[in-house]
């Protein structure tokens, strides 16, 4: 499945809470726009989908998390999907993918929303760092960024062949972490457009997968 501009630019808007979109829209404006959400988000979906489904047995991953197109109160500003092995659905840390106007990105992620309903601390997983040099040996380095939690989703992320080389951009980095967790992941940026991106994310978890399988101790 083949990632067009379209599919970034439907969150190339100034206001996403359903309560302005009615100021704003008649009815029928409004129903069209969510169809358009939805049958976006319904590609989305199947992507991600099929690439749960193409994943290695070794994996062992489960039908991914799948975030919804709306909240009940607003549209959202990106689509956004889990995945997380058997044995794992209760650990913070997981893969993930994220679609936004700026980029789609395949990354790891410490998910800080109710995470104290789940395990793993923000220490194990900041310890990554510190295998990052060694791991970035075997992966194609110029296509990661490394970025705080914190920092937001359309700021330019640091690439991280820089934050390698860089020790003044490394305590940068965990200064703006603010006891929270760093993100690390591929970025395709619009207008680009993606063939094949169910491939892109396979072979971007199989980049990621030695970081995410050493917060489970292996």
């Not at 309903?117 to 960024?145: A, C, D, M």
């Not at 951009?169 to 169910?198: R, V």
Request: proline fraction near 4%; glycine fraction near 2%; charge should be positive.
């Amino acid at each position: 499945m083949d990632l067009l501009t379209s599919d970034y630019e439907l969150f190339d808007r100034s206001m996403f809470t359903f309560k302005q979109l009615k100021e704003r829209y008649t009815t029928e404006e409004l129903a069209q726009l969510k169809v358009r959400y939805q049958t976006h988000w319904q590609k989305w979906k199947k992507m991600n989908e099929q690439v749960a489904k193409a994943t290695p047995l070794q994996w062992q991953m489960r039908k991914p998390k799948i975030e919804s197109w709306t909240n009940g109160w607003n549209l959202r500003s990106h689509f956004w999907c889990a995945y997380r092995s058997e044995g794992r659905q209760q650990e913070n840390a997981c893969l993930a993918t994220l679609l936004n106007k700026k980029q789609f990105q395949i990354y790891l992620m410490f998910q800080h929303y109710k995470s104290e309903e789940r395990q793993g601390s923000i220490s194990s997983f900041n310890h990554l760092l510190t295998v990052l040099k060694e791991w970035s040996k075997h992966i194609p380095v110029e296509e990661y960024y490394i970025w705080p939690q914190p920092e937001h989703e359309l700021v330019d992320h640091l690439p991280l062949a820089t934050y390698l080389t860089d020790k003044q951009k490394q305590i940068e980095l965990k200064k703006a972490m603010e006891h929270k967790t760093f993100q690390l992941g591929k970025l395709y940026f619009y207008p680009n457009e993606l063939k094949d991106a169910e491939k892109l994310i396979l072979d971007g978890m199989q980049e990621l997968m030695p970081l995410y399988l050493r917060l489970n101790g292996k």
